[in-house]
């Protein structure tokens, strides 16, 4: 079990800049993937970032490269996402989950095991 909670959201303008933290508590160990996923009112949720515990590699949604970078800080259990140069379409409330199994896909929300409650994001024009 282990439990994930999301906080950095908040409300800025366009070409702002935000910083999401994911804490994880619990059993940590056997991470393989966490990922950053997001929604919008009456969208489905979507990948946006993810990154291999084990090896550090990264993915990103083809809208977010160049302005998102997600990472990790093992000691703390904690994941990232520094969000630069945003978007009003960015706004959406944000996820971090975590997978325990290998294999599948990185953007597939079906494939993680645990989700944070979200913290939202809105950026205004």
């Known amino acids: 079990q282990v439990q994930l909670v999301e906080s950095g959201g908040g409300s800025v303008q366009a070409g702002g800049s935000l910083r999401l933290s994911c804490a994880a508590f619990?059993?940590?160990?056997?991470?393989?993937?966490m990922g950053w996923f997001r929604q919008a009112p009456g969208k489905e949720r979507e990948g946006v970032a993810s990154?291999?515990?084990?090896?550090?590699?990264?993915y990103y949604a083809d809208s977010v490269k160049g302005r998102f970078t997600i990472s990790q800080d093992n000691a703390k259990n904690t994941l990232y996402l520094q969000m630069n140069s945003l978007k009003p379409e960015d706004s959406a409330m944000y996820y971090c989950?975590?997978?325990?199994?290998?294999?599948?896909?990185?953007?597939?929300?079906?494939?993680?095991?645990?989700w944070g409650q979200g913290t939202q994001v809105t950026v205004s024009s």
């Open positions: 989950a975590a997978d325990y199994q290998s294999g599948g896909s990185w953007f597939n929300p079906y494939e993680y095991n645990y």
């Open positions: 990154i291999y515990t084990g090896g550090g590699i990264t």
């Open positions: 619990g059993y940590t160990y056997s991470i393989y993937c």
